[in-house]
């Protein structure tokens, strides 16, 4: 299994990003898509979580600029990011709730992290 993300750069303050990750591999189901972001020197945080059901999760620092969606059919879950602030700068990755195989558990995966830049 593997999750590719994509979509990051160098954004100017205010502008607006379109990351993408899309799950590959043997997958017989996926539960939670979402991305979580690690800036130098923090921890790695939540930025957005969506289930299968469609509830949504934000991170504080993000509700109502970031938007999470997810494409069903095409195991991909995209973040709009608008209002971008250097805050916001950090890698952010991908992560998914995969089952590969009939009667095992939904296993987490992380993807390579993709790096977005917010300069001021």
């Known amino acids: 299994v593997q999750l590719q993300a994509s979509g990051g750069g160098l954004v100017q303050s205010g502008g607006s990003l379109r990351l993408s990750c899309t799950a590959s591999?043997?997958?017989?189901?996926?539960?939670?898509m979402g991305w979580y972001r690690q800036a130098p020197g923090n921890q790695r945080e939540l930025v957005a979580a969506?289930?299968?059901?469609?509830?949504?999760r934000y991170g504080d620092s993000v509700k109502g600029r970031f938007i999470i969606s997810r494409d069903y059919v095409k195991k991909t879950t995209y973040l709009r990011m608008d209002s971008l602030e250097p805050e916001d700068t950090a890698v952010y990755y991908c992560?998914?709730?995969?089952?590969?195989?009939?009667?095992?558990?939904?296993?987490?995966?992380w993807g390579q992290g993709t790096l977005v830049t917010v300069s001021s």
């Open positions: 992560n998914a709730g995969i089952r590969t195989r009939w009667g095992r558990d939904f296993r987490n995966y």
């Open positions: 969506m289930s299968t059901e469609g509830i949504i």
């Open positions: 591999g043997t997958i017989l189901g996926i539960d939670s």
